[in-house]
């Protein structure tokens, strides 16, 4: 099969980029190994991180038509309350870690809207589910890349002038022989103030398998995990407690804390403010990451909130899931633990009222689409990252380092975002990063292979480093990303030019930037302060 751009990998930053090339009258294939289109805004079930200004500037138009997608779908087909219905920054989970907290089929539902008329015109094809399994190259290009059915093991191999990889993991670099990292840089070879002394490039950030959660009267309990008592024991050196209890560090400060939960509390969710400059949001983890908050309804649409459970004590970080023989023994056992976890809060954790045990927790396996009640795929924070023209690094953003100059302001921007610094723990033994950032740029030559001509990142798979790729790998930030990369691809095929060369000829970069605002990206941020 032939396409002019083919973008593998159907997460965010996969739809945004075939969206962006569509747009601009080309032909795309798409592919997607999971069941469900938009990857961590839906098949690993993460609603949306944002900064603190998502509502004004700081998101495309494509992004924002997205965000404004989701709560017209609600106001359209859900039984929300009159005040809810008219909140023109409707919340539909009322949680606190976004603006923004909603059900994951609903995201679904949008990205398909979103591509539906390019469907329907076939200038879009989405094969699914498919993942790559093998590719071709001549030289420094790409040729071909060949996809797997993931249960009839059919195979087909595509072409395309330029190839995305837009995959969680950056699939296609090993694929292609396209030069990568992995882990955590050399402070000797980034500078970064974070980074350790030698490179470790199996110390790569947790993974989390997330589930959702609803709490309804009678006994929901089921049979006890295999391996639930290895968790239910295990303790990490810097955790201040067993990794299932209440108790957690800090991000922010490390200091041991403990956190809350209480099921249902009778909260109004218009008075719900999600400002990270604030606070994290996480002190009750029930409304922390709400996906459906039931008093937005009219009584009785919901027996009960539903919650989102992506908390510290289902971060895996027994062993990394890249470039290791034994990478589905770890994805396996995340999936243990998350298991894990939901029993024993059915069954063992510390109640307000002195009792143990949530019994009522019920998994909403519906909502997120799967069988076994967990997220159809796992929460990757950390892909491979190519070798770029440009390496984005801690000291180009971190507000303890650039202080009230703010981030680089790089003259080759595709784009913006901002997030903290936000490292999970990780397989290498560390614990939380979690560095104030400036507002920061997406420099075009992040995006750029050294050597490859033709492949471009269009997810987590830039050139930042294991530090940096704390705050480049939000959801705004990933769309961003892809939807430059589908433009740069359909701009290097209108122009006959290569993206190196856009990237090394002020007049072709010129024009791309100018392009790119005429679509609705924002290349500068206003005068904000990072937090």
Sequence with gaps: MQTDVLVVGGGLGGVAAALAALRTGRSVILTE?????GGQLSSQAVPPDEHSWVEQFGVTASYRALRDGIRNYYRRHYPLTVASRADPHLNPGAGYVSKLCHEPRVAVAVLEEMLAPYRASRRLLVLQPYRPVSAETDGDRVTAVTVQHRDTEEQLTLTAPYILDATETGELLPLTGTEYVTGFEAQSETGEPSAPAEAQPLNMQAVSYCFAVDHVDGDQVGDKPANYAFWRNYQPEFWGDRLLSWTAPNPRTLETSRRSFTPNPDDDPLAVVADQRRTGGDTNLWTFRRIAARRHFVPGAYESDICLVNWP??????????????????LAAAKELSQAVFYWLQTEAPRPDGGAGF???????????????????????ESRRIKAAYTIVEQDLSVAVRGERGAVEYDDSVGIGMYRIDLHPSTGGDNYIDVASSPFRIPLGALLPQRVENLLPASKNLGTTHITNGCYRLHPVEWNIGEAAGLLASFCLDRGVGPHAVHATPALLAEFQEHLVAQGIELAWPAVAGY
Excluded: C, N, T
């Design 313 to 330: 004590m289902i971060d895996y970080f027994e062993g990394p899931v890249i470039d290791v023989p034994d990478a589905a023994k770890h």
């Design 33 to 37: 190994e999971f069941d469900w289109l």
């Design 359 to 381: 019994s009522g927790l019920r998994l909403r396996g519906d909502l997120v689409g799967s069988a076994d009640g967990l997220a159809q795929a796992p929460y990757i924070r």
